[in-house]
């Protein structure tokens, strides 16, 4: 069976012939692995890995994603390596400052930030863009949806090549409400404004509600499989914003967003944020969101618990906690032996860690849990 078939039997709660597979790895874990010669294929990105938000253009997918039998190339939650949709206003980075180990620079949504050359820590966020509203105005002028920039030049050769192939699920998927407004306002500022500007921010969710819907047209008359949404704005304790200012800020701007989807036949809307985010699934459910990755095992997600409360309401990626992978062949063992016979019978889950693949996990137990995961992923399910 292809990938692409795997994937839309199990998003449909039926079973194909094994769970479908997708993980992700920090850049710096590749590196480690390759140049320890425990890698012995260079899957490491060539050229200047920029210093854009998200990460995930840094590593060759298109060669680890066959490598590893994986189903689906990344990133899945605020892109689609087949579209390549910009979303930022794609201003000039620069380098500010430069000492002997690290930078000041800024990126293309005008975020000042402080970074190891490296790569190997989060960055000090140091300023945003956006302070008030003439600065919300003023940025707006950037956000061309027309711009031919923002879609690469070969995406409809990408799109055919892999549905002939079938080599992967076509998804499209945007930098969510929440995401976004942080990148502008800075996550202090935006916090503030959930308790004291709330007009301001349904100007801005508006917005951007409209934008993402415009650059997702030419996506919708193609083909999309299922839609991602990248938000991460939880931690280990719950949301950061109330639950009751959640559903009445955000889920009218999901809902319009996924509804546009689903009346072009995309049943699947797949948010992906870190934390414990609990209380907002059901929230989610009401604005269209029926997908939830990668449910971080450490914050307290627990994915047989989900789906003894949400049924086939829910599509599952994830929630193979990291821990398990550090500690090795026996704790590997034992976390996928506990969550497997409850989450494959009936489809409706993805398997994949709680979190990118770090450098602390060795590439032998790397190749442990993907040998688990292949043997023991298979229908009917029997873990022997």
């Known amino acids: ?12 709660f039926e079973e194909p012939d094994r769970v479908p597979h997708a993980v992700q ?3 710096e874990t590749i590196d480690d692995w390759y140049s320890r010669g425990e890698l012995k294929v260079d899957l490491r990105a060539k050229g200047e890995r920029g210093y854009g938000p998200l990460p995930v253009g840094a590593l060759d997918y298109s060669t680890i994603s066959p490598l590893y039998g994986l189903d689906m ?9 087949f579209y390549r949709t910009n979303f930022s206003p794609m201003l000039p980075e620069a380098i500010l400052e430069e000492g002997e180990t690290w930078r000041v620079v800024r ?6 930030k402080r970074v190891r050359k490296d790569g190997r820590s989060v960055p000090q966020f140091l300023d945003f863009p956006v302070k008030n509203r003439d600065d919300f105005e003023s940025f707006k002028a950037f956000f061309d949806p027309e711009d031919p920039r923002r879609y690469a030049e070969d995406w409809e050769k990408k799109v055919r090549a892999v549905l ?3 080599r992967a699920p076509v998804g499209w998927g ?13 996550l202090e500022r935006l916090l503030v404004a959930f308790m004291r500007d709330q007009a301001f921010l349904r100007e801005i969710f508006d917005f951007w509600s409209s934008f993402v819907l415009k650059l997702a047209k030419r996506a919708l008359e193609t083909q999309v499989d299922y839609l991602g949404i990248w938000e991460d704005m939880a931690y280990k304790n719950g949301p950061m914003v109330p639950p009751r200012l959640f559903k009445e800020l955000m889920v009218p701007f999901y809902k319009r967003v996924t509804s546009a989807f689903r009346q072009r036949g995309v049943d699947l809307a797949l948010v992906d944020s870190d934390g414990n985010i609990n209380a907002l699934i059901p929230l989610w459910l009401e604005g269209g969101v029926n997908g939830f990755v990668p449910l971080e095992a450490q914050a307290g997600m627990d994915a047989v618990a989900l789906r003894e409360k949400y049924g086939d309401k829910v599509v599952l990626m994830g929630n193979i906690s990291l821990w398990a992978l550090r500690n090795g062949p026996s704790a590997i063992d034992e976390e996928v032996r506990r969550k497997f016979p409850a989450l494959l019978p009936g489809g ?5 860690t709680d979190h990118h693949i770090p450098p602390d996990v060795s590439y032998s137990s790397f190749q442990h849990y993907l040998g688990r995961v292949q043997k023991w992923g298979r229908y009917p399910v029997r873990l022997s």
């Open 1 to 12: 069976m292809r990938p692409r078939e795997r994937f839309l039997r199990a998003i449909n």
């Open 25 to 27: 790895f920090w850049a």
């Open 73 to 81: 190339e990344p990133p899945w939650n605020s892109g689609s390596p």
């Open 107 to 112: 990126d293309e949504w005008g975020v000042k």
């Open 164 to 166: 002939e192939t079938e």
């Open 174 to 186: 945007f930098p969510g409400f929440f995401g976004t407004a942080r990148w502008m306002l800075g």
């Open 348 to 352: 409706g889950y993805i398997a994949s």
